[in-house]
């Protein structure tokens, strides 16, 4: 009798052992996979701050364009000017060498 109890405690004793084994490993994948959802997050956030960067430089590059084409203006309407006063100095040169 005490030595099918003591059968009995072993039995439970090694399937208590076993039931461990499996909850130690089902614990390590899931450290394993918070550890991946943490890498994930971590470039989650980096992408994130990346997007930010990029949309501020899309602004300035933006704003950038907006002064050149500007400028790109204001020197063509300059260019158009001089273009005129040196065709008026031409035909006044012309016009004194007759």
Do not use: G, W
Not at 23 to 35: F, K, P, W
Not at 48 to 71: F, G, P, V, W
């Amino acid at each position: 009798m005490i030595e099918d109890a003591d059968q009995q405690i072993k039995e439970i004793q090694e399937q208590v052992e076993k039931i461990n084994a499996a909850l130690q490993e089902r614990q390590n994948v899931i450290n394993d996979q918070i550890a991946e959802l943490n890498v994930i997050r971590q470039k989650k956030i980096t992408l994130d701050k990346q997007i930010q960067l990029q949309e501020s430089q899309i602004i300035d590059l933006k704003r950038h364009i907006e002064r050149y084409d500007a400028d790109i203006e204001r020197l063509t309407h300059d260019k158009e000017v001089l273009i005129e006063r040196l065709n008026d100095l031409s035909q006044s040169v012309a016009q004194k060498n007759r």
